[in-house]
């Protein structure tokens, strides 16, 4: 079955600092792998999303995402963070090519001090 | 203009009670979705319909029954209610196409005492 896991159940970065956001997946085949942010309160919002291609992915609010698939990793990333910027990022995976079941990490929550 | 939309946003019963939370989606889109976030912020499936088709369903207990008048409503019906089932449910939908993205709504916050 395929599953992604989030190593950090939190991560703290200064105002200004980059920030990275930790995913790694497992697949059979290839993975279609996605990242979403849920702000308090509220539902889910995309970010971005690999399917293929280019291995650098940039997506809403400055966010990319480096697909790495000799480390099996799937890292959110924004060059400068934002106080606004903290909240719950999810990653997820499809459960297979031809499902449209999201396979959801245990999410990581962002903290951007000021 | 909201894509998808749930009603009601917050839901507070009496264990033993049938309700339903609704779901409405205006993005033409032809799956949609039934979530359940834990209080540990875990998210799980639970149902998907295809036009008005179900599609997944996620050995979710008979007392929770989804219902796709059409294409754009899902509708999650809960019966007997449980302490359990206090979560938040959340709705979403996609085009017909595994590589499709999904659209939330903004949840039901379920409190079952």
């Known amino acids: 079955a395929q599953s992604v896991a989030q190593p950090e159940d939190q991560v703290n970065v200064a105002e200004g600092n980059p920030l990275t956001v930790k995913c790694t997946y497992s697949v059979s085949g290839n993975p279609y792998l996605f990242w979403y942010v849920q702000y308090p309160n509220r539902g889910l919002q995309f970010l971005l999303k690999y399917i293929t291609g280019d291995n650098l992915v940039k997506g809403s609010y400055g966010f990319e995402a480096e697909f790495n698939k000799s480390q099996t990793s799937f890292h959110l990333k924004k060059p400068s963070a934002l106080v606004s910027d903290s909240a719950l990022y999810f990653c997820a995976v499809r459960d297979g090519v031809y499902t449209d079941k999201l396979i959801f990490g245990t999410g990581t929550r962002l903290q951007v001090f000021p | 203009d909201t894509a998808v939309s749930q009603t009601p946003k917050y839901l507070v019963t009496q264990m033993g009670n049938d309700k339903s939370i609704k779901c409405e989606q205006n993005l033409g889109h032809d799956t949609m979705y039934w979530y359940k976030q834990d209080s540990k912020k875990f998210l799980k499936i639970m149902f998907s319909?295809?036009?008005?088709?179900?599609?997944i369903n996620e050995t979710v207990p008979n007392r929770f029954s989804p219902k796709s008048p059409d294409k754009a409503h899902l509708n999650l019906h809960i019966n007997s209610l449980e302490l359990g089932d206090s979560a938040v449910y959340f709705c979403?939908?996609?085009?017909?196409?595994?590589?499709?993205?999904?659209?939330f709504g903004p949840g039901t916050r379920l409190l079952v005492l």
């Open positions: 319909y295809n036009n008005k088709e179900l599609i």
């Open positions: 979403a939908s996609s085009q017909d196409n595994s590589q499709e993205t999904q659209y």
